[in-house]
């Protein structure tokens, strides 16, 4: 009967010559714990989008000319927190929609990521923009077209916004609430 095996062994060797190669078990050491992903507000994630598109053209489709593209700049980035935010090229239909949109929150505080925006009035040109800290403020650059830091205090936007020395400016921030 031994023998009978034996040879079935060596029958199936031959036929399956698998070279089964010893291998010496060797204890894992258990993974490091990672620290948990640091969940970010909409705010938090909005602020490194801005960040991550500094020097670049946010608004690489061009409905409008880059000249121009502040709202649509601005559009695309708050479009890449949420999918279905329309791109907006008017400052006053951006300002409209973040009045109207639950997802923001009119504030007047001044703060990192904050949305300043001046809406068109028939006197003035709009503008907007974010916060990239409590004062400096991130934007289109009308000619470069891309979105870069030009504003280093506040009361520069202000005062931009009054240089048509027409009537009125008018900056509404909304901020992103903490959750969707
Ligand atoms: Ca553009």
New binding site residues.
């Given amino acids: 009967m031994k023998k009978l095996l034996n040879l079935w062994v060596k029958l199936l060797t031959i036929l399956f010559p698998k070279k089964i190669e010893k291998v010496d078990y060797v204890p894992l050491d258990p993974l490091p714990e990672l620290p948990p992903e640091p969940r970010l507000t909409n705010e938090e994630k909005f602020v490194k989008l801005c960040i991550e598109g500094l020097g670049t053209?946010?608004?690489?489709?061009?409905i409008v000319k880059?000249e121009v593209?502040c709202a649509?700049?601005i559009s695309n980035l708050i479009k890449k927190i949420f999918p279905d935010f329309p791109i907006l090229v008017s400052t006053r239909d951006l300002h409209n929609r973040l009045s109207l949109d639950s997802r923001f929150q009119a504030t007047l505080d001044r703060g990192k990521g904050r949305i300043v925006v001046s809406p068109r009035t028939t006197n003035t040109f709009g503008h907007t923009g974010v916060f990239m800290d409590d004062d400096s403020i991130a934007s289109?650059d009308s000619n470069s077209?891309k979105f870069v830091i030009n504003y280093l205090e506040y009361r520069d936007w202000e005062t931009d916004r009054k240089s048509t020395r027409l009537n009125s400016s008018h900056s509404a921030k909304s901020r992103m609430p903490s959750s969707a």
Avoid at 57 to 62: E, T, W
């Fill in positions: 053209d946010v608004s690489p489709d061009d880059d593209g649509e700049s289109n077209g």
